[in-house]
């Protein structure tokens, strides 16, 4: 099966941007779930559609639009939504988790009038939305390769700040951690992942790959290192074992992609260990970021 992919350069693009995506979707799932924001993967994701729809409209009545990679505007309107994102947590200071449902809707709603105005679904959207194996170009792949060097890069820099205000924001605060800074450049990652990732697994089912490793590895990590590793290993499986499947079987990726977690999720929860997950609890950082 792997020969097969790696005889074609269409296939060999959708398995080298799956297996970046399986990377760099569950790291940043581990921050996001660890600070109860999982459900901003679903936002941005809609936003990232209205982006897709809005380009692939443009495409019919301008030039430019026509032969520009409407991933470019899928990021530019995901990042857009992230920072919407964070100015409304700022606004709604006592309610901050309403910042999602707001860009929620307006994402679907302003999709939902692109798509209408470009009169309707055509198969170029559909690939966006649920996936495609032979939808992921040498610019894409070249976009995405891009992207996970500048995210690694960025989570490295950033790697122990991320870690305080995840764990004890009021804490990482006083010890001089820009709290304003680090969210803004950790939601913008976000938006980036999501965009990148909409051509393997598709805009609706992205988030999922984000969530379902780090919830199947919760299950089995001792610590916080040990939850990032767990949550690669089984993204990786998730997504090469999704695009080897959607191949041979003419299957959407995005949705093999997503229930193959769920199996591997479902499994976690038989035969994972029972235990209350308490370094999650705010632990102490120094002791904690060891682990």
Known sequence: MIETFLRFDFLQYALYTGMMIGLLAPILGVFLVVRRMSLIADALSHITLSGI????LMGKYVGFFAGLNPLYMGMIFSV????????????YTFYKEIAIPIILSAGIGIGVIFISLANGFNNDLFNYLFGSVIAVT???FITISIITVVIIVVLVLFYKELFFLSFDEEQAVISGVNR??????????????????????????VSALMTLPVASAMRFAKGFKQLFFFSVILGEIAVVGGLIAAFQLDLAPGGTIVMISVVLLLLSILFGRNRKIKWMRKPKPSSMIEQ
Do not use: T
């Open 53 to 56: 729809a809005f380009s692939l």
């Open 138 to 140: 040498q610019s894409d």
């Open 180 to 205: 304003k800074l680090v969210n803004m450049i950790f939601v913008v990652l976000v938006a980036l992942v999501i965009a990148a990732a909409m051509r393997v697994v598709g805009i609706l089912l």
């Open 80 to 91: 857009g939504g992230s920072l919407l994102i964070e100015q409304l947590r700022r606004v």
